[in-house]
């Protein structure tokens, strides 16, 4: 075939396509229901997203608009986007303010066909003439576990400049599984019920999580910038596998499931795409304010997790081995392209402070005896285990930094070489974290807040402990860390200036039922330079 007939047959692919979705706008009942969200913004430009559900499944055209004001009486910008089953039906618009709007300017937007209109959304791009932020900081919201009313708490606060999500947006488990206990009860059953697995699993799980009313109410109000943790693929994810994908073949290849996973995820979350889907760490910058670096920590250079059990055996526990292993100059978190992206990006430029925001805990971190603070008849099969490796003196979380004690010694020789103010934002654990990180020869390294959960249990959701014996050993035998809270759901904000930041950590009332109301805080001050850290008491 001719390279002419190609290119006019094609042409008339594309007008039939086109003829069919326009005449098929009015046919075709339309819904919003999974409501609309913005992310990953620029000075220039931001994602803008939704999800259509068409009554009848076949692709359709929407239209975007685009305002200065809430109530549309101006319309600055409109365009139509066409979406179908190949996208599950979402949409992202990568807009560029250039000639409507300033930047850091406020505006609106909203997709709609005919009579269907989604939620109004508000969103900003970043201003390289902001002296100061708030940021937002979330992570762990499972669904099944609770509503998410950390995120309608956030969303009423209505003066956030943009949130974070650190990742663990969604959880794989299947009904039964972990964090299921009151599913039933209070309405929140996982759909699937079972793992998820496939590509059709993770849209719906996907969908489900974007219909709570505090997802809708936040994503709606400020942009997010979003990184995944494991729970978005698979528990315990590393680059060639999972701990909770079956290796027997159950399950199918590994690799088709992070496929699936990274394509939904890519579908459903207003993030910029990048020509390798694997790769999500990415640089945000507001004038020389701050510096924003997401860092992938979980599947794109992570080796394998070391597993101490395999070290103990009936002749003893093979030390040599383990710390061998444990301290290889091979074994990768970041990986070399990213330590290598994280250097060039960190020494380009001065910043009042450079914000890393990531999946793990970089605190060096061992738990206290546990046993100690739970009554005889409460103690878990699974703690005598653990009892040994204590015993042994191993750090308590060998999936954090910890796990990976070459690869954060390197990121620290990195950050120690260059002038800058580092704040580390971690999720993951579910509990509340401030640390002083500091290197092997003791230097101030960076200030570390670990984020509570949005609704996935603690660490005293688990286990039947003394809170309060369990906060001051955990404290006194962890020389970085200065406080932490083991038992509270909520979020993280961060108010910037280039002098301090204060951070707020904001606890929610409860989760088993709606109800957005704050109970309680903890609010602490960093100071630029020095990287002080006091908590302020009201």
Request: charge should be positive; hydrophobic fraction near 35%; glycine fraction near 6%.
């Amino acid at each position: 075939m001719k390279r002419r007939q190609a290119l006019k047959l094609s042409s008339l692919g594309v007008l039939s396509l086109t003829a069919g979705i326009n005449s098929g706008c009015s046919k075709n009942k339309l819904f919003f229901n999974h409501g609309v969200a913005s992310g990953d913004p620029l000075e220039d430009r931001v994602i803008l997203w939704t999800r259509v559900t068409p009554e009848i499944p076949k692709p359709v055209e929407i239209i975007l608009e685009i305002s200065s004001t809430k109530n549309f009486s101006k319309i600055k910008f409109s365009k139509r986007l066409q979406t179908s089953s190949i996208s599950d039906y979402t949409i992202k618009y990568d807009f560029q303010i250039k000639g409507l709007f300033l930047s850091g300017d406020i505006f609106y937007y909203r997709f709609r066909c005919d009579n269907s209109v989604s939620d109004v959304g508000r969103t900003k791009t970043l201003s390289p003439k902001l002296n100061k932020i708030k940021i937002g900081v979330f992570s762990c919201s499972n669904y099944p576990a609770g509503f998410f009313n950390a995120y309608q708490a956030a969303a009423d606060l209505d003066d956030l400049d943009l949130w974070l999500h650190l990742g663990d947006y969604l959880y794989e488990y299947p009904m039964g599984g972990y964090a299921t206990n009151y599913a039933k009860e209070i309405g929140r059953i996982p759909n699937p019920t079972h793992e998820v697995i496939t590509l059709s699993d993770y849209r719906t799980r996907h969908a489900q999580y974007k219909s709570d009313k505090g997802s809708k109410a936040l994503h709606k109000k400020a942009p997010l910038i979003a990184v995944w943790d494991d729970h978005e693929l698979s528990n315990d994810a590393w680059k060639k596998g999972a701990k909770n994908h079956s290796l027997d073949g159950s399950e199918g290849d590994f690799f088709a499931r992070r496929s699936s996973a990274i394509k939904a995820y890519h579908e459903w979350m207003p993030i910029r795409e990048q020509q390798n889907k694997r790769k999500i760490f990415r640089e945000f910058k507001i004038g020389k304010l701050m510096q924003l670096l997401m860092l992938d920590t979980r599947q794109y250079g992570r080796d394998k997790q070391i597993e101490p059990f395999e070290y103990l055996q009936e002749s003893g526990f093979k030390q040599a081995k383990f710390y061998n292993d444990l301290n290889s100059n091979n074994k990768n978190l970041l990986g070399s392209e990213q330590l290598s992206w994280i250097q060039n990006k960190i020494a380009s430029s001065e910043f009042n402070w450079t914000i890393i925001g990531q999946q793990v805990l970089m605190t060096k971190l061992k738990f206290p005896n546990l046993l100690k603070m739970i009554k005889k008849d409460d103690v878990p099969d699974f703690l005598n285990r653990y009892l040994r490796l204590r015993e042994l003196g191993i750090s308590s979380n060998l999936d954090a930094w910890d796990g990976y004690p070459a690869e954060r010694n390197k990121l620290y020789k990195l950050m120690s070489n260059v002038n800058s103010n580092f704040l580390s934002l971690a999720g993951d654990t579910h509990n509340s974290w401030v640390s002083e990180l500091t290197n092997d020869q003791g230097k101030k390294i960076a200030i570390e807040l670990g984020t509570p959960s949005v609704t996935s249990p603690g660490i005293t959701d688990v286990l039947n402990i003394n809170k309060k014996m369990y906060t001051e050993q955990i404290i006194a035998i962890n020389k970085e860390l200065k406080w932490m809270d083991p038992s509270h759901r909520g979020f993280l904000t961060l108010e910037c200036d280039k002098d301090k930041i204060l951070a707020i950590f904001h606890f929610i009332n409860e989760i088993k039922k709606i109800d957005a109301r704050i109970a309680s805080s903890a609010t602490f001050n960093i100071q630029k330079d020095s990287l002080k850290i006091n908590q302020l008491f009201a």
